[in-house]
Nanobody, 122 residues
């Protein structure tokens, strides 16, 4: 059974940085697309960034501030978040799909972690 475990969430001030990590229980990351999503209270889950066999994609709101990367040897996914703003406050989720193409639609992902909380204060 695939398990994804996120870590790295914290409370920071605006302008700060965080690095989120996602550890997986199975080694198949070299071909599977993975992504970070986030969900703020009262809002729908939204795609933040994804990485797959066809490259990576970012939501407009985080372009230039966030960077997604993957370590296939350690079955890990990362999200480097810089210049954080209060609007980035949310629960962040790691997800994986059984396809190589990177997409930012939550419906396309098969496996999910339980999330890690990011809070940015002004």
């Amino acid at each position: 059974q695939v398990q994804l475990v996120e870590s790295g969430g914290d409370s920071v001030q605006a302008g700060g940085s965080l690095r989120l990590s996602c550890a997986g229980s199975e080694y198949s990351y070299s071909s599977d697309a993975m992504a970070w999503f986030r969900q703020a209270p009262g809002k729908e889950r939204e795609g933040v960034a994804c990485i797959g066999g066809d490259g990576s994609r970012y939501a407009d709101a985080v372009k230039g501030r966030f960077a997604i990367s993957k370590d296939n040897d350690k079955s890990s996914l990362f999200l480097q978040m810089n210049n954080l703003i209060p609007e980035d406050t949310a629960m962040y989720y790691c997800a994986r799909r059984d396809q190589y193409r990177c997409v930012l639609s939550a419906d396309e992902y098969n496996y999910w972690g339980h999330g890690t909380q990011v809070t940015v204060s002004s």
